[in-house]
Structures are given as structure tokens and as C-alpha cells.
């Protein structure tokens, strides 16, 4: 069998480049790419060292050491010339958002197009756009606020009836979770009474969901999924929508797992909707763009930062495709992005590289992401 080749822009030195950790900073910078012509030599050296010694584990080694060391120099490249401030780009996408939510009937199709690219975290566009894309706010402006009275009765309504006989197993496991989530953040954590309403409410959503899908009810992982959305809608700066953060967040996350349910009821894993179809999904859409990755993880075998996830979530509910085909083009992506150090490594270091995924310029990511799409369409 002839071995796929990979296709030339993924040798750029641009995809191996890291960013700083400041995450509170990069809310609202957009980071550049480096353009050192020493980081590129230095990073293409290291692809024909990779390519010419990945079979011993001591020389496997110094790969990695090596490439350490360019991605240590790139990120202090980064740092060097990333801007002060929001860019000129940013500001732009701002101002069309802006004129694109203030219409009288908003253009999902152009909103979908700007919104992809990254939302601006400033003056409560992000929330307001992430309503618009999860349907949760009609493209008629005439319409929010009856739809929104309308929705945020009906929640308090649950809240009445749902939460007055809970589940005390259900509970307990919830309020678990719900500690353990964004433990470094204090917006979720600690124990100021800001961080304990926002656990309570996280906890509210959660057992209200519980209660109206008894055929999947709990199941760990979500209180992951429901924070970026209440942390961007209780941080709108317009009072009202932040006070009725609650309501709003518990209709955008039933909408939002209507596209994945069937992966968190255990009946169905096994099934062509199921969890384990889609990881096989995912290494079919991973051998098709790189083969010797696919085979080399086949014989052989964390998390971003709070502030880079908002950003990969811009692009998750934008998409037209839906969130989980996009979501497989982004893991598949980051596989790519750091396969000579996946080539180099056996089953325990590609375990523990994967499980501690490297600092990434999510700019570069989502565009690989989107490369993946454009490739297999093509």
C-alpha cells in the first residue's frame, strides 16, 4: 500500500508555535505568528532529524528535546511581539458583529461567517451571538424579549416543580463535579458568594436536565460542557441578561446537547449514533489526512485554557456543519499538529503528551481544522 503523503503547509514552522499562559490577557489579545526565519530553520532542521531517527528510544529523545527547544523559542517570539491591546482585525470583526446583532432581521449566514473567525470579548457580543447560533434568540430582533420572558417563565416554572423531590444520588454526583469544575477560576471557585451562586446555579441547570431526560439524566463530563456557556452569559454587561444568566444558559445547553445526546446514554455506545462510532470517525478522518500518524497510533496507543476554549467555541457553534463534525475536524487537528512528537513517542509518553496537550496558537489550530474540511470536500 502506498503511504499517503502530508500535505506540504503542514510542514509550516508556523504549527509547532506556542503561546504564553497569561489567559486572563488572552481574553482579548489576538496573538501573532511568529516570523523568525531562525525559528523556521531551526524547526525545519528538526523535521529531517525527526523523519531520519524516530526508531530508538534514545535518539527519540533528543527529538523531542530539540523540539522543546524551538517551541521554547517561539513562544518567546510570541510574547515579544504579541500586541498590547486588541488588533485592528479584532476591533474590525467587533464593529461588523455589532452592525450584523443590531439588525432588524439578523443574517444567520453572515453572522455564521464573521462569528467563525472569533468573537471579540468585549460589550457582550460573545453573548449575545452565542444565543443567535443556538437558536435561543429569533433572527427577528422584534421577537427577544417576548421570546426570552417567555423561555425564562417557563425555566422558573422547572425550577418550582423539578427541584422541590431531587434525586439524592443525582445530587451528590452533580455537586461533586460542579466543585471540581475551572477549580482556578474564581468565578467558579471558592468560597466567595459570587462563586457559590454560580456553583448553585451550574448544579440547578444540571439536575432540571436530569429530571427532564430520564433516559440519560446525569452523566459526568457535562458540568464541562454547560460552564463556558454560563460564564459567557452571566459576564454580559447588560444586568437584565446577566441576572437571568440561569434560564438563558439552561435553554442554549439543552440545544446545544440535542446534537450530541445519543453520547451520553450508555444503551447506545455501541451503536452507529454512539460514542464509540464517533471516535471511529475520528481515526478514519485522521488516516485519511495522515496515514503514518493514523498507523503509528494504532500500533502504539488536556485541556486548553479557559480563554483559548471561548475561542474554539466561537468556531464550534458557528459552523454550519454543527458542532460535532467540527469538533472531530479540531481533534483531529491537534493529532496532526504535534505528530512528530506522536511518530517519536511509544504508547506511555503519547498517552501522557495527549493527556497534557502542548500550548497551541488556537488561531493556527482552527485554521488546520479548517484545512481538513476544505481538503476532504475537495
Wanted: proline content about 4%; overall charge negative; some cysteine.
Amino acid at each position: 500500500m502506498v503511504k499517503k503523503r502530508v500535505p506540504e503547509w503542514l510542514n509550516s514552522s508556523l504549527w509547532s508555535s506556542s503561546t504564553s499562559n497569561e489567559d486572563d490577557r488572552r481574553l482579548s489579545v489576538a496573538v501573532q505568528p511568529p516570523s523568525s526565519s531562525t525559528t523556521t530553520s531551526q524547526q525545519s532542521n528538526n523535521n529531517n532529524h525527526n523523519h531520519n531517527h524516530i526508531h530508538t528510544s534514545k535518539e527519540a529523545e533528543v527529538v523531542v528535546e530539540a523540539e522543546a527547544e524551538a517551541e521554547a523559542e517561539a513562544e518567546t517570539e510570541i510574547e515579544t511581539h504579541a500586541p498590547a491591546g486588541p488588533s485592528a482585525e479584532d476591533i474590525s470583526r467587533q464593529a461588523q458583529l455589532l452592525s450584523e446583532i443590531s439588525k432588524k432581521v439578523v443574517n444567520m449566514r453572515e453572522l455564521r461567517r464573521i462569528a467563525s473567525q472569533g468573537i471579540p470579548d468585549t460589550a457582550g457580543i460573545r453573548s449575545t451571538v452565542w444565543k443567535l447560533l443556538l437558536g435561543y434568540l429569533p433572527l427577528d430582533r422584534s421577537l427577544w424579549p417576548s421570546e426570552m420572558a417567555k423561555k425564562r417563565s417557563q425555566y422558573k416554572q422547572f425550577k418550582d416543580e423539578l427541584l422541590m423531590n431531587p434525586d439524592t444520588e443525582i445530587i451528590e454526583q452533580i455537586d461533586r463535579d460542579v466543585k471540581r469544575t475551572h477549580p482556578d477560576m474564581h468565578f467558579f471557585s471558592g468560597d466567595l458568594p459570587f462563586a457559590k451562586s454560580n456553583q448553585e446555579a451550574l448544579k440547578n441547570i444540571l439536575i432540571i436536565f436530569a429530571k427532564l431526560n430520564p433516559g440519560i439524566r446525569y452523566v459526568q463530563g457535562m458540568n464541562e460542557i454547560l460552564a463556558p456557556l454560563f460564564y459567557v452569559f452571566r459576564n454580559d454587561p447588560d444586568e437584565e441578561y446577566a441576572a437571568s444568566a440561569e434560564a438563558d444558559t439552561f435553554f442554549c445547553f439543552v440545544e446545544l446537547l440535542s446534537g450530541f445526546r445519543d453520547h451520553f446514554c450508555q444503551q447506545l455506545d455501541n451503536s452507529v449514533v454512539g460514542i464509540r462510532s464517533t471516535i471511529t470517525k475520528l481515526s478514519q478522518l485522521l488516516k485519511e489526512h495522515d496515514e503514518e500518524l493514523w498507523r503509528h497510533l494504532e500500533v502504539t496507543t488536556k485541556e486548553f485554557n479557559f480563554a483559548d476554549s471561548l475561542h474554539i467555541w466561537d468556531t464550534l457553534l458557528s459552523d454550519l456543519d454543527g458542532p460535532l463534525e467540527t469538533l472531530l475536524r479540531v481533534c483531529c487537528a491537534m493529532l496532526i499538529l504535534i505528530r512528530r512528537r506522536l511518530l517519536a513517542g511509544d504508547f506511555t509518553s503519547n498517552l501522557k503528551l495527549l493527556q497534557n496537550y502542548p500550548p497551541t496558537n488556537i488561531s493556527h489550530l482552527l485554521y488546520v481544522a479548517n484545512k481538513l474540511r476544505v481538503q476532504s470536500l475537495g
